[in-house]
């Protein structure tokens, strides 16, 4: 059974250009590392399960999808981060310890400050406002 708000988070993804989808799968990434974090404090074996599912396979997805023609220090730096994230959660997710997850939020908080802050500086500029609908694959250029 598909609920109002699953409708409206998969309509608002759905019609997201690819800067904003950039922004979500970082918030959604920060989401579910706290969720984490809370769940292994809480001694939840299944929701720290999920929750650092759900991370991983966002950090896998921005990993995957870096386009290293576009800028090679940039990409080989953000897949350095990436990496250092999957790490962390492999670790956060053997030991049982929130230590590697909270070494990874503010990593994570500062890429996503750093994007948002690249979107608007480009749109600012008469960048476009509502770039091409967003695809399956992200490119290292937010916008």
């Known amino acids: 059974m598909t609920t109002g708000y699953q409708t409206y988070r998969k309509t608002q993804t759905n019609t997201a250009n690819r800067s904003e989808l950039l922004l979500m799968l970082y918030d959604g990434v920060l989401r579910f590392t706290r969720r984490a974090i809370e769940a292994i404090e809480a001694d ?27 800028d090679e220090e940039l990409t080989g730096n953000l897949s350095a981060l990436y990496l250092f994230c999957l ?40 960048g476009p406002r509502q770039a091409e609908p967003a695809r399956p694959a992200l490119s290292v250029v937010a916008g």
């Open 87 to 126: 790490d962390s959660y492999t670790q956060a997710n053997a030991e049982g310890s929130t230590t590697p997850l909270r070494a990874v939020l503010p990593v994570l908080e500062t890429l996503r400050q750093g994007w948002g802050e690249a979107i608007r500086q480009v749109r600012a500029e008469g």
């Open 44 to 70: 939840d074996v299944a929701a720290k399960c999920e929750a650092l599912s759900r991370a991983v396979a966002i950090i896998a997805e921005l990993h995957s999808t870096l386009d290293h023609e576009v």
